[in-house]
């Protein structure tokens, strides 16, 4: 079995590993970026009767105009039906960019560190990945970033907006700057627009070359895969070539679309959300070893000693964050905690603080 493996897979397939997820069983799961609030009553009994009425024997929507508008209503899009490509996730989104885009010398550019599927899928469709490194304090080296542009002409280009996994929101104007001087497609992932007032999405249509990236999994819709992806028609147009399918099943699009029908529950669950991240970064910054990171998002980046201790004691009390201090090294023991519920929050503040004291 080893030669055929060795025979038919690509080397560099071989000596990849597969993406991490954590056993979460019987833990407070801090680790994922997840919105930690489920539905009401009223609304699972909504998509209860939905989703028993659909036809599942047909296959779904290729256009799924519906839910198109319902996401360019959620965005404040002036068009009826706006220009987008929808994916299975943000995840495919960055898929099909890079194979539309996967010349022979071609290059994809971004900020490390970043989201790390920007890596590998290039990586995966054998795109030369360029990237270039942020800041100590994670900002954009607006220099360096242009003069790498300059260098490499790459054909894509991608801007986290906020950055996970720092949580801060970049420099506009450098941002700004970097679309003007790019000779290729910028694609400004907001996945975390939900927990911020900064976006690009009033840059739409200004710029030929840039594209917004956006995902429902972190308004608290983490298992229905559906991202989209807005920009000019004529490249939304190419992208969507690349798009297997029927791609958006049946099931994800009326669960989205019953959703997003009920904005001001979802809307009251980020509001909620943002105001545990405060009080969340309040308390952390009250711990003598504790470094916390501005955030945007809907988790914190924190720095303390011994991180990897710290990571594997919180374990042991029942909590599971994320450990970046090995991702990169301005991430150098760094932990990663999503804001929770206040019993999750207290319950990790609590735990940390032993952890602390104990060592």
Same mark, same amino acid.
């Given at each position: 079995?080893?030669? =055929? +493996?060795?025979?038919?897979?690509?080397?560099?397939?071989?000596?990849?590993?597969?993406?991490? +997820?954590? *056993?979460?069983?019987?833990?407070?799961?801090?680790?994922?970026?997840?919105?930690?609030?489920?539905?009401?009553?009223?609304?699972?009994?909504?998509? &209860?009767?939905?989703? $028993?009425?659909?036809?599942?024997?047909?296959?779904?929507?290729?256009?799924?105009?519906?839910?198109?508008?319902?996401?360019?209503?959620?965005?404040?899009?002036?068009?009826?039906?706006?220009?987008?490509?929808?994916?299975?996730?943000?995840?495919?989104?960055?898929?099909?960019?890079?194979?539309?885009?996967?010349?022979?010398?071609?290059?994809?550019?971004?900020?490390?560190? &970043?989201?790390?599927? /920007?890596?590998?899928?290039?990586?995966?469709?054998?795109?030369?990945?360029? $990237?270039?490194?942020?800041?100590?304090?994670?900002?954009?080296?607006?220099?360096?970033?242009?003069?790498?542009?300059?260098?490499?002409?790459?054909?894509?280009? #991608?801007?986290?907006?906020?950055?996970?996994?720092?949580?801060?929101?970049?420099?506009?104007?450098?941002?700004?700057?970097? @679309?003007?001087? &790019?000779?290729?497609?910028?694609? *400004?992932?907001?996945?975390?627009?939900? /927990?911020?007032?900064?976006? #690009?999405?009033?840059?739409?249509?200004?710029?030929?070359?840039?594209? %917004?990236?956006?995902? %429902?999994?972190?308004?608290?819709?983490?298992?229905?895969?559906?991202?989209?992806?807005?920009?000019?028609?004529?490249?939304?147009?190419?992208?969507?070539?690349?798009?297997?399918?029927?791609? @958006? &099943?049946?099931?994800?699009?009326?669960?989205?679309?019953?959703? %997003?029908?009920?904005?001001?529950?979802?809307?009251?669950?980020?509001?909620?959300?943002?105001?545990?991240? $405060?009080?969340?970064?309040?308390?952390?910054?009250? %711990?003598?070893? +504790?470094?916390? #990171?501005?955030?945007?998002?809907?988790?914190?980046?924190?720095?303390?000693?011994?991180? $990897?201790?710290?990571?594997?004691?919180?374990?042991?009390?029942?909590?599971?964050?994320?450990?970046?201090?090995?991702?990169?090294?301005?991430?150098?023991?760094?932990?990663?905690?999503?804001?929770?519920?206040?019993?999750?929050?207290?319950?990790? =503040?609590?735990?940390?603080?032993?952890?602390?004291?104990?060592?």
């Amino acid at each position: 079995m080893e030669d =055929l +493996v060795g025979t038919v897979v690509r080397e560099d397939i071989r000596a990849w590993n597969a993406y991490p +997820v954590p *056993v979460a069983e019987g833990m407070i799961k801090l680790d994922a970026m997840e919105n930690p609030y489920g539905c009401s009553s009223a609304l699972r009994a909504r998509l &209860s009767s939905t989703l $028993g009425e659909l036809a599942l024997n047909r296959y779904p929507s290729p256009s799924a105009v519906q839910l198109k508008r319902q996401l360019g209503a959620l965005m404040g899009l002036a068009d009826d039906t706006p220009a987008m490509v929808l994916g299975n996730g943000s995840d495919e989104l960055i898929q099909m960019l890079a194979l539309a885009v996967a010349k022979p010398g071609a290059v994809i550019l971004g900020v490390e560190p &970043s989201f790390v599927m /920007f890596r590998s899928i290039a990586q995966l469709a054998q795109v030369n990945f360029v $990237g270039v490194p942020l800041e100590p304090d994670f900002s954009l080296n607006g220099p360096v970033l242009l003069e790498a542009i300059a260098r490499h002409r790459p054909a894509l280009t #991608f801007l986290a907006y906020p950055n996970n996994p720092t949580g801060n929101c970049f420099d506009a104007q450098t941002v700004e700057a970097v @679309i003007q001087a &790019s000779p290729g497609l910028v694609v *400004v992932d907001e996945a975390y627009y939900p /927990f911020t007032d900064h976006s #690009f999405k009033d840059r739409l249509g200004r710029y030929p070359n840039l594209l %917004l990236m956006r995902t %429902l999994s972190k308004l608290g819709l983490a298992g229905v895969r559906l991202g989209w992806l807005c920009g000019p028609a004529e490249i939304l147009a190419e992208i969507d070539k690349v798009r297997l399918p029927y791609n @958006i &099943s049946v099931l994800d699009q009326a669960a989205a679309t019953v959703m %997003l029908e009920h904005r001001a529950e979802l809307q009251a669950q980020v509001e909620a959300i943002v105001q545990e991240r $405060g009080l969340l970064a309040s308390a952390l910054r009250t %711990l003598a070893q +504790v470094t916390v #990171f501005p955030s945007a998002a809907n988790f914190l980046l924190f720095r303390v000693p011994r991180a $990897g201790q710290v990571f594997d004691g919180l374990r042991h009390h029942g909590i599971l964050i994320k450990n970046l201090s090995q991702a990169h090294p301005l991430l150098q023991g760094c932990l990663r905690v999503t804001v929770g519920t206040p019993d999750e929050n207290r319950a990790f =503040l609590d735990a940390l603080s032993r952890v602390l004291d104990s060592q």
